[in-house]
Each structure stands twice: as structure tokens, then as C-alpha cells.
């Protein structure tokens, strides 16, 4: 059958046909711009403790967000808020559950009991020869036990600091030096240091130099990098090797809506960074 149109008719029908064909186009083109669909890429804000000056802001975070950058093409870009300047150390994982931050790297250990499981791998007696053998052994502990009180968020990974020491302004060489002296430390870490006979004083490791400037305390546990990281060699006199006492664990962990609004492509990308 063979219709025909006023040529008015014809030329509003062209004209619909033509805006529908330029719709469809314009989706298909964006739809690739984005990690989540839009046009503008995805940018997520990470907030953690170290100040910008620490090998770990400058060897770990930026390298990994510019990594991911890439890895995305540009889909996903990641800034840095080191020092605290966007939640406190402290307040770093809740913040990212309720996102305050779309990122968030800090330590387990500074919201003591919340994270019943994930304290196994601080205990005290497991001494491991560097940090990335005891990342490892998290890492994939972790993946095995996949605790629920981790679901919250998306953890990406974890990290440990390895073993720690002493680090004081009189020297330490027996049980009765720890009585009832007071050392920055918190976990089991601070527990165990109790169970010694001295006095554990929670804080972030971001508030022990002016802590041990102070007078506030009289040490700090930690790994060996807060001498320098830190700049705590500046008001440590003595160090007690204690690798047996200390290992402490990192979260880098990311709000579930944020990572459930990336593609099933640029995850895949991410996880393998």
C-alpha cells in the first residue's frame, strides 16, 4: 500500500525522525564518558591522617590515585585530604560510611572494639620480618573470614605498619622501667602494655609528638617510621625493640553507594591496582 503525505506533513515527520536519530546517538556517545554514566568523570574525595609531607601521602596515596585515574581513563579521579583536614583519624571509617568522605584510610585499632575480629591480627607474640608479609597475611585472612563487621563499606585493602618498638625518653631495660609509665598506644597494643604494668594513654599517632613534647606522655609505640614520618626523633631520647608488642592495622576502604555508582568495568580496574 503506498501512502502519501502533503509535503508540510512530510517535512514535520522528517524533522521528528531526525531529533529522535540525534537522541540516540547523543546517549550512545555519553554513555562511555563516565565511570557512572554521566558525562563528567566520578570524583571522589579521600580523606586519611598522614600529614602531605609523609612518604605515605607521597608513596602511597597519590601514586594509587593517579593509577586508578589512568586505569579509568579518567573516569575516576580521586583528591587527596591528608592531616586530618577532612575527618580525624578517629572518626575516618563512620565518615565514610555516611559519607563524609567517599574514601578513607586510617587505622582499625582508633575505634577499639568496634572491630572484634579484625583485632586478631593485632595480637600480641606474632612477630612477622616487614610489613608486606604481614599485609598479606591480613589480606587474605580477611578474605576468608569476610567479617560482617566490615560490610558496610567497600574495602578496597589493608595494609600493616610490621613490627613496632618503644620509643621513650628514659631507657627501658626491664619490666619494672614500664611501671606504671605512660606510652601513647591503642588496640591490643594498649592492653597489652597495661598488662605490663604500664599506663597506655589513647591518641591518634598524629597527637604524640606534641603529646611526648608536652610531657603528656612519656613514649609511644609504633613502627620505626614515626621517628622520622612524624619528625618523633625530635623528642625521643631511647629505643626499646619490642617487635612482639605491636603491629597494627590499616583499612583503605570506600562508602558502598559510591562504589555500587562505578561501572562493573572500572571495579574490576580498581581491584587490581
Given at each position: 500500500?503506498?501512502?502519501?503525505?502533503?509535503?508540510?506533513?512530510?517535512?514535520?515527520?522528517?524533522?521528528?525522525?531526525?531529533?529522535?536519530?540525534?537522541?540516540?546517538?547523543?546517549?550512545?556517545?555519553?554513555?562511555?564518558?563516565?565511570?557512572?554514566?554521566?558525562?563528567?568523570?566520578?570524583?571522589?574525595?579521600?580523606?586519611?591522617?598522614?600529614?602531605?609531607?609523609?612518604?605515605?601521602?607521597?608513596?602511597?596515596?597519590?601514586?594509587?590515585?593517579?593509577?586508578?585515574?589512568?586505569?579509568?581513563?579518567?573516569?575516576?579521579?580521586?583528591?587527596?585530604?591528608?592531616?586530618q583536614t577532612l575527618l580525624q583519624a578517629d572518626g575516618i571509617y563512620d565518615g565514610v560510611v555516611n559519607g563524609e568522605a567517599d574514601i578513607g584510610i586510617s587505622c582499625?585499632?582508633?575505634?577499639?572494639?568496634?572491630?572484634?575480629?579484625?583485632?586478631?591480627?593485632?595480637?600480641?607474640?606474632?612477630?612477622?620480618?616487614?610489613?608486606?608479609?604481614?599485609?598479606?597475611?591480613?589480606?587474605?585472612?580477611?578474605?576468608?573470614?569476610?567479617?560482617?563487621?566490615?560490610?558496610?563499606?567497600?574495602?578496597?585493602?589493608?595494609?600493616?605498619?610490621?613490627?613496632?618498638?618503644?620509643?621513650?625518653?628514659?631507657?627501658?631495660?626491664?619490666?619494672?622501667?614500664?611501671?606504671?609509665?605512660?606510652?601513647?598506644?591503642?588496640?591490643?597494643?594498649?592492653?597489652?602494655?597495661?598488662?605490663?604494668?604500664?599506663?597506655p594513654v589513647g591518641m591518634a599517632q598524629s597527637e604524640a609528638y606534641e603529646a611526648m613534647s608536652k610531657g603528656i606522655v612519656q613514649g609511644n609505640l609504633g613502627p620505626?617510621?614515626?621517628?622520622?614520618?612524624?619528625?618523633?626523633?625530635?623528642?625521643?631520647?631511647?629505643?626499646?625493640?619490642?617487635?612482639?608488642?605491636?603491629?597494627?592495622?590499616?583499612?583503605?576502604?570506600?562508602?558502598?553507594?559510591?562504589?555500587?555508582?562505578?561501572?562493573?568495568?572500572?571495579?574490576?580496574?580498581?581491584?587490581?591496582?
Amino acid at each position: 500500500m503506498h501512502i502519501c503525505f502533503p509535503r508540510n506533513k512530510r517535512l514535520i515527520i522528517s524533522l521528528v525522525l531526525l531529533a529522535i536519530l540525534g537522541s540516540i546517538t547523543g546517549c550512545s556517545g555519553s554513555a562511555g564518558n563516565s565511570s557512572n554514566g554521566s558525562s563528567q568523570p566520578l570524583e571522589l574525595r579521600l580523606a586519611h591522617f598522614w600529614p602531605d609531607s609523609h612518604p605515605a601521602e607521597r608513596e602511597l596515596v597519590q601514586p594509587w590515585a593517579k593509577a586508578i585515574e589512568e586505569a579509568t581513563e579518567g573516569r575516576v579521579r580521586i583528591t587527596s585530604y591528608p592531616n586530618q583536614t577532612l575527618l580525624q583519624a578517629d572518626g575516618i571509617y563512620d565518615g565514610v560510611v555516611n559519607g563524609e568522605a567517599d574514601i578513607g584510610i586510617s587505622c582499625f585499632s582508633y575505634t577499639r572494639g568496634r572491630f572484634p575480629v579484625l583485632e586478631v591480627f593485632e595480637l600480641p607474640g606474632f612477630t612477622y620480618p616487614n610489613s608486606e608479609v604481614a599485609s598479606r597475611v591480613a589480606w587474605e585472612g580477611i578474605k576468608q573470614l569476610n567479617p560482617v563487621e566490615i560490610q558496610d563499606t567497600k574495602l578496597l585493602m589493608v595494609l600493616t605498619t610490621g613490627p613496632g618498638d618503644l620509643y621513650t625518653k628514659k631507657p627501658i631495660t626491664n619490666l619494672e622501667d614500664l611501671k606504671g609509665l605512660e606510652i601513647r598506644a591503642t588496640g591490643l597494643s594498649a592492653k597489652t602494655l597495661e598488662a605490663l604494668g604500664a599506663t597506655p594513654v589513647g591518641m591518634a599517632q598524629s597527637e604524640a609528638y606534641e603529646a611526648m613534647s608536652k610531657g603528656i606522655v612519656q613514649g609511644n609505640l609504633g613502627p620505626i617510621e614515626v621517628l622520622r614520618g612524624w619528625r618523633q626523633a625530635e623528642v625521643t631520647k631511647c629505643v626499646t625493640l619490642t617487635p612482639f608488642l605491636y603491629n597494627t592495622l590499616f583499612f583503605v576502604t570506600m562508602n558502598q553507594d559510591k562504589w555500587n555508582s562505578i561501572s562493573a568495568a572500572d571495579q574490576e580496574v580498581i581491584e587490581q591496582i
